[in-house]
């Protein structure tokens, strides 16, 4: 049975396990789906009603980090899991962590009037961009000169960051991280996972 994954086109958690899905070379039957009308199916396979979700054989993944395992699990021929388990970890837990919350807040200010997005653009700088940029001027990717998981897992990010005001996130002074990112947005990788599909209905 050929592998179905729920997806929503612009959820950065979706986009990363669409990159890794495509580069292990695993077909997938594509649901995309409506955040604010969520499928049965989908309900019945995963509770917790998040994307993405892999059905495979028997198997729930309910995770993105899970279905970008069991997609490089498989196969993956650029080595992009050859990597230190440590500090791969530690990038993870702060971008699905307190950066993805800074993000939200940075993304939307009026669900949080209280806060300051020029004080938010500081906190998450200091905390994700300037690390990154550090790492990013001494090699090509964050983990070394070789593209891993991890880049894939944390570019949608600074991607959807990116994006909410691009004018105000091209001055800053992170030049590396902003030719990573543009890398990545370039990368035919990329552009073929952000293909627009019908919305699925049960
Ligand atoms: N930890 C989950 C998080 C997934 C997640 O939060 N996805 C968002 C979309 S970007 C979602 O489905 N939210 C449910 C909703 O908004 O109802 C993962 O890594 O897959």
């Known amino acids: 049975m ?20 495509t580069y292990s070379g695993i077909q ?15 309900l019945m396979a995963s509770p917790k ?3 993405p979700v892999l059905c495979a054989d028997g198997i729930v993944l309910e995770q993105s ?3 970008m395992r069991w ?12 990597v230190d388990e440590s500090t791969s970890q ?16 940075y993304k939307y ?29 001494s090699s090509q990717y964050l983990l070394g000169n070789k593209i891993s998981w991890i880049d894939v897992a944390i570019f949608p990010f600074i991607r959807q960051f990116s994006m909410v005001n691009p004018q105000r996130f091209n001055e800053l002074p992170h030049e590396s991280t902003k030719r990573w990112l543009k890398q990545h947005l370039d990368s035919e990788l990329f ?11 049960d």
Request: include cysteine.
């Open 2 to 21: 050929i592998p179905i994954l729920y997806s929503y086109r612009r959820c950065p958690y979706a986009m990363r396990a669409r990159m890794a899905l």
């Open 28 to 42: 997938v039957v594509h649901r995309e789906i409506e955040l604010r009308n969520k499928p049965q199916s989908l």
């Open 49 to 51: 009603g998040t994307v």
């Open 65 to 67: 980090l899970d279905i």
């Open 71 to 82: 997609a490089l699990a498989q196969s993956d021929p650029d080595g992009w899991s050859v």
């Open 90 to 105: 530690s990038w993870i837990e702060k971008n699905d962590g307190p950066f993805k919350t800074m993000l939200d807040q």
């Open 109 to 137: 200010p009026n669900r949080y009037p209280d806060l300051n997005q020029e004080v938010l653009l500081d906190e998450a700088s200091a905390l994700m961009l300037k690390p990154m940029e550090e790492s990013l001027q």
């Open 191 to 201: 552009q073929s996972v952000m293909h627009q599909y019908p919305i699925w209905l």
